[in-house]
């Protein structure tokens, strides 16, 4: 269903989405939904079991092409995404797409589902996620109204300290991995 929204949109905090991950996988019904917004949810839980993505957040769509359910919030997702970006060559992915911070859909021609998560689990390990790498020296990410006077240099530091959020994306990577135990 298509929601018009003037306006950017704002941060979601990681315990909403894993709340929705829950809502998915329960069978509660809430009294206070009314019929269209029940049947709706009816509807996303079976999608939701049919798929697994409540379990396996990496899900195989078909031919090259997979999506990854990180239910992590706005910082972290965007941290896992540029980290994907960043550990895309092994794996020969490409055509990386995301919808807020819901799911990234990309294609992946070499390797498995379980060989890209070991892989990015172990750098995990081995070197953790710097946020300053994930931001190119070719981004001017620029959000507030006087970033324009501000040397690009810090503006990319501001960035991976303000808006990226390496702890929760670590800790959500090395879950993944462990969905595959």
Known sequence: MEISWPGDYGEI????LER????????????????NARHRLEQARYVARATGMTDHSLVHLGGYTWCLFPWLGTR??????????????????SGIEFEGCYYITF?????????????MAE????HGIDPLSLVSPKELPVFEKYDSFVPAELLRFAYSVDKLN???????VRDIFREFE
């Open 107 to 119: 294609r992946m021609e070499k390797g498995s589902d379980k060989e890209l998560m070991e892989y």
């Open 166 to 172: 390496p702890v929760e994306a670590e800790a959500r």
């Open 20 to 35: 929705m991950k829950q809502v998915l996988r329960e069978d509660t019904v809430y009294p206070y939904l009314k019929e």
């Open 76 to 93: 972290s997702f965007r941290t896992l995404r540029k980290f994907l970006t960043q550990n895309s060559g092994r794996f020969g992915i």
């Open 13 to 16: 905090h990681t315990k909403i």
């Open 123 to 126: 750098r995990v390990e081995k």
